[in-house]
């Protein structure tokens, strides 16, 4: 059984900063990418930032220079620093992991429960 739970989210004011925390926990075997998505209201989840198990990054557009993702693989987790923040990055913010489950053959696509940024005065 594999578990991916996030942590961090809240209220945050304009200009604010944020870190949003993950971490995946069960009988994994190895974990390749990991990544944080978003989704706002009304519009399709988006990739955020990604970053390899050899820690390679990627990010949205909308988000370099003020979003920094970063993991540990030593404790399976991955975090996402936020800051400069502004009232379009409100959205409940995903983790996403492709890894290799215990007992597992293939790699799998396994999803937090999301955790809930609102950027608002």
């Known amino acids: 059984q594999v578990q991916v739970v996030e942590s961090g989210g809240g209220l945050v004011q304009p200009g604010g900063s944020l870190r949003l925390s993950c971490a995946v926990s069960?009988?994994?075997?190895?974990?390749?990418?990991m990544a944080w998505y978003r989704q706002a209201p009304g519009k399709q989840r988006e990739v955020v930032a990604a970053?390899?198990?050899?820690?390679?990054?990627n990010y949205a557009e909308s988000v370099k220079s003020r979003f920094t993702i970063s993991r540990d693989n030593a404790k399976n987790t991955v975090s996402l620093q936020m800051s400069s923040l502004k009232p379009e990055d409100t959205a409940v913010y995903y983790c996403?992991?492709?890894?290799?489950?215990?007992?597992?053959?293939?790699?799998?696509?396994?999803w937090g429960q999301g955790t809930q940024v609102v950027v608002s005065s």
């Open positions: 996403y992991a492709d890894l290799i489950a215990s007992g597992d053959l293939y790699i799998r696509s396994y």
């Open positions: 069960g009988s994994i075997r190895n974990i390749n990418g």
């Open positions: 970053i390899t198990s050899g820690g390679i990054t």
